[in-house]
């Protein structure tokens, strides 16, 4: 089996490279109208000339996964902005694109924790489909809405878990069937647990995003590895890329749901020994705060375990 490992939006080893800057409501109200749009312009391509610059670094070291900054236009969904983000940067998408396409690199989006489905507001479901449908103007703009995926929390359970699992349903219906054709959804650490996540993608058919390190801050004693992944890797059956999965370690065992700066290899040992066990290619997104060079450093930690062989800067094969 092979395993192959991305990271989060920001490459670190690159010098000034975010490519989340970005300008909050307040300062671009006391910009001048001629202003405004120039500093909107001006951060969103820097943003894509970073991006670009991440992506040219990922083919340098073979890291053959990669996720988009959220980030990458600001105030794009503010709806006394209201600007176009697509049309002034046409060919920079289209240059991401080619590039991505090109060196097969699996690239997805994973929207923050305000764009949920289970709200009993009404505004708050409308700012979701907005979020989305600006996630998948991007995709689209860049050519790859056919490949890459929009991952999501299921949201808030509001005192009332299976009520606020009924308002996820029946909210989720808001939104078009091309955007949901590219969601996933992923357990928590805190509400819903994995075999709670799975049990709504499978309702819904919707890939599910499995987070270990989410998995072990919040599961019942019935919830095990060997009784969920073959749940979990069925619901990649009608996708042509592998089942995908989030790597991460606790910060510390007070703070055990925060992100340690690198993973630690043997706190994610029983996951490796399992997906062993059922000899399937999936993908790790590296969920940590050293961003690249966790992913870098966790690679070769791997590659120094017995039977596991590296075949690529960020690839493994068991």
Known sequence: ??????????ALELWN???A???TYSRYQKLEKKERKEQLIQITKANLEHTLRAIHYNIAHEIP???????????????????????????????IGKLVKKHEIRTSFHPNQFTLFTSDKPHVTANAVEDMKYHYALLEAMGLEDEAYINLHIGGAYGDKNAALERFHANL???????????????DDKTY???????????ENIPMMFDYHHFMANHSEEETLTSLLPRFFNTWKSSPFPPKLHVSSPKT?????SHANYVDA??????????????????FMVEAKEKDRALLKLVEDIAGIRGVKRVGGGTLEM
């Open 17 to 19: 490279a975010t490519p």
């Open 253 to 257: 065992e007070k703070e055990y749901r």
């Open 266 to 283: 043997d706190f994610i040992k029983p996951l490796l020994s399992e997906l062993k066990k059922l000899d399937v290619n999936v993908d």
């Open 65 to 95: 996964l990669y996720r988009f900054s959220s980030s990458l236009v600001p105030l794009a969904t503010h709806p006394e902005v209201n600007w176009d983000y697509i049309a002034p940067f046409k060919e920079m998408y289209k240059a």
């Open 173 to 187: 219906k808001q939104l078009p069937a091309s955007i949901k054709e590219r969601m996933t959804l992923e357990n």
């Open 21 to 23: 800057k970005t300008m």
């Open 193 to 203: 647990t994995t075999s709670e996540t799975l049990n709504v993608c499978e309702k």
């Open 1 to 10: 089996m092979k395993i192959r490992f991305g990271y989060v939006a920001h």
